[in-house]
């Protein structure tokens, strides 16, 4: 039996996927997080689950930095993350991290089910058409996406930012001090020739790094 954690900030889609997976022998849903916190709090109990279906853009610490912290904290456990992102860097910085798959929601079910026994039985497992764009894009200039110059937790703080969220709300969630926060922030407004949280949320939508549906 692979037992499965579903983490994601909205109940309507843990309850969507949930329903798929009850409908397949051998995988069980064990349980559910709605934020990276609580994702990372379970895997560090003794009853830990198999394989973690993650979501990237939540409250709090985020799926980014829940992935690193679980796979420090129990590296047995495989995390695929599911999200709507297609566009590097997301996928390249999430499998440099150690995750073990990576899947977008637009997925079927039956690649869902494929992906958590592969990467239970040890394999990765990355979309097929997402695999493509990542060995092209060793072939492209890093100058195509500026985003790509940016560290795992540049980029992780980028996200925050453009969600609104404060400097001394970010220090709190990610335990770093404020002037550490700044001090990535200001670094990542030089990578991208920008001089305020403004400028870089729209930068980022120039981009599509942010979108208005569900992470």
């Not at 309850?15 to 997976?21: D, F, S």
């Not at 679980?70 to 996928?91: G, M, N, W």
């Not at 990610?174 to 001089?195: A, E, G, P, Q």
């Amino acid at each position: 039996m692979i037992n499965v954690l579903l983490v994601d900030d909205h109940e309507l889609v843990r309850t969507g996927i949930r329903k798929i997976l009850d409908e397949v022998k051998g995988i069980k849903v064990i349980s559910e997080a709605e934020t990276g916190e609580e994702a990372v709090q379970f895997c560090r109990k003794e009853q830990q689950p198999d394989v973690v279906l993650m979501d990237m853009n939540m409250p709090g610490i985020g799926g980014l930095e829940a992935t690193k912290k679980i796979i420090r904290y129990a590296p047995d456990v495989k995390v695929i993350v599911l999200t709507i992102h297609s566009e590097d860097p997301f996928p390249t910085k999430v499998m440099q991290i150690g995750a073990a798959g990576y899947l977008t929601k637009g997925a079927g079910p039956d690649e869902m089910v494929n992906a958590i026994r592969a990467v239970n039985s040890g394999q990765r497992y990355i979309t097929p058409e997402i695999a493509q764009q990542m060995a092209l894009n060793q072939f492209k200039s890093t100058e195509e996406n500026p985003f790509n110059a940016l560290s795992e937790r540049e980029l992780q703080i980028m996200w925050m930012i453009t969600r609104g969220e404060k400097v001394p709300d970010i220090s709190e969630q990610l335990v770093l001090s404020t002037k550490t926060i700044n001090s990535y922030r200001y670094r990542m407004f030089d990578k991208l020739n920008v001089s305020n949280d403004v400028e870089l949320t729209h930068l980022a939508i120039r981009h599509g790094m942010l979108k208005t549906e569900k992470f």
